[in-house]
């Protein structure tokens, strides 16, 4: 079978579309649907289902995708990392959300970077879960940091740490509202007060009003910023409450810049997952940034 239909196959499989794969690919689209054809007429059953947007994988499709996949990484490895310079440094391509990705894994795999016979070089980009994962299955990034566990056999998911998420606001709008009152009254107590959120949906105070108020937030967001540590950086001068996580906000907690306005019994978590494409595990440089990472998290909890 020619190792070329196969790449394209699996391209195709992880864009979901001849059309993204052919970008991947630096091919025409027609290029790509008669490489695709063909191997469905080698193999004698269709591979995919066309659609209106995109396509499908069939289950012979998803079947040869999950056994072919891995074996084609491995031969990119080898052809990207050469026979005969042993001390060239292998690349590893991370993504994940901004804040947790800064704060946490970059850190913490720097440690592993240089010229020690087992470091590699390292490149990072951010994004959110869906693009993230996205991209993943696209092969332009080695390992994943997300909040989603993905679905199928292409992605390998290892669940990394959990993350609490905390309300919080400056002072003096703890003091504003008390916490006596607030104990009565609970999420009533804080709808006047402005809110500082990474989206307009306010994802982090609607998924902690729903986990520990059982209901939604009245308030609309004042500030909006689409990053966690601008977030903090507006809340300590008092633009309003957020929920934030702990991590990023335990500095500021301790020395005073915000105060938790809420302790629940039981406070919301989101968990973080290590996503890999199944089989490069099989890879050096991926395992041991798995591993690492892993490592360090049992002290991020």
């Given at each position: 079978?020619?190792?070329?239909?196969?790449?394209?196959?699996?391209?195709?499989?992880?864009?979901?579309?001849?059309?993204?794969?052919?970008?991947?690919?630096?091919?025409?689209?027609?290029?790509?649907?008669?490489?695709?054809?063909?191997?469905?007429?080698?193999?004698?059953?269709?591979?995919?289902?066309?659609?209106?947007?995109?396509?499908?994988?069939?289950?012979?499709?998803?079947?040869?995708?999950?056994?072919?996949?891995?074996?084609?990484?491995?031969?990119?490895?080898?052809?990207?990392?050469?026979?005969?310079?042993?001390?060239?440094?292998?690349?590893?391509?991370?993504?994940?959300?901004?804040?947790?990705?800064?704060?946490?894994?970059?850190?913490?795999?720097?440690?592993?970077?240089?010229?020690?016979?087992?470091?590699?070089?390292?490149?990072?980009?951010?994004?959110?879960?869906?693009?993230?994962?996205?991209?993943?299955?696209?092969?332009?990034?080695?390992?994943?940091?997300?909040?989603?566990?993905?679905?199928?056999?292409?992605?390998?998911?290892?669940?990394?740490?959990?993350?609490?998420?905390?309300?919080?606001?400056?002072?003096?709008?703890?003091?504003?509202?008390?916490?006596?009152?607030?104990?009565?009254?609970?999420?009533?107590?804080?709808?006047?007060?402005?809110?500082?959120?990474?989206?307009?949906?306010?994802?982090?105070?609607?998924?902690?009003?729903?986990?520990?108020?059982?209901?939604?937030?009245?308030?609309?967001?004042?500030?909006?910023?689409?990053?966690?540590?601008?977030?903090?950086?507006?809340?300590?001068?008092?633009?309003?409450?957020?929920?934030?996580?702990?991590?990023?906000?335990?500095?500021?907690?301790?020395?005073?810049?915000?105060?938790?306005?809420?302790?629940?019994?039981?406070?919301?978590?989101?968990t973080y997952f290590l996503v890999v494409r199944t089989g490069t595990l099989a890879m050096p440089h991926v395992a041991r940034a798995h591993e690492w990472l892993q490592r360090a998290a049992t002290d991020w909890c």
């Amino acid at each position: 079978m020619d190792l070329a239909l196969l790449r394209t196959f699996v391209t195709v499989h992880r864009a979901g579309s001849f059309t993204r794969a052919a970008a991947l690919l630096g091919l025409s689209q027609p290029a790509v649907t008669s490489q695709i054809r063909t191997l469905e007429r080698q193999l004698g059953r269709p591979l995919f289902l066309r659609q209106a947007r995109g396509v499908t994988p069939t289950t012979i499709g998803d079947e040869l995708a999950h056994k072919a996949a891995p074996h084609l990484d491995a031969l990119v490895e080898i052809t990207e990392t050469g026979l005969d310079d042993e001390s060239s440094l292998r690349t590893l391509h991370l993504a994940g959300p901004p804040e947790f990705t800064a704060e946490r894994a970059l850190p913490a795999l720097t440690e592993l970077t240089g010229e020690d016979g087992q470091g590699f070089a390292l490149r990072a980009s951010f994004g959110n879960a869906e693009e993230t994962l996205e991209g993943l299955a696209a092969g332009h990034h080695d390992l994943a940091i997300s909040t989603a566990r993905p679905r199928g056999a292409l992605l390998t998911a290892t669940a990394l740490c959990d993350e609490e998420h905390v309300l919080v606001a400056a002072p003096r709008w703890a003091e504003q509202i008390g916490s006596g009152v607030l104990r009565r009254k609970g999420a009533p107590a804080l709808e006047n007060l402005p809110v500082v959120e990474v989206h307009e949906s306010l994802p982090f105070v609607s998924r902690y009003w729903a986990s520990v108020f059982d209901s939604r937030p009245a308030a609309s967001g004042t500030v909006i910023v689409p990053d966690l540590r601008a977030v903090l950086a507006c809340t300590i001068t008092g633009a309003g409450l957020a929920v934030l996580p702990r991590y990023l906000c335990a500095a500021a907690l301790d020395l005073g810049g915000v105060v938790a306005l809420h302790n629940p019994a039981v406070p919301p978590l989101r968990t973080y997952f290590l996503v890999v494409r199944t089989g490069t595990l099989a890879m050096p440089h991926v395992a041991r940034a798995h591993e690492w990472l892993q490592r360090a998290a049992t002290d991020w909890c």
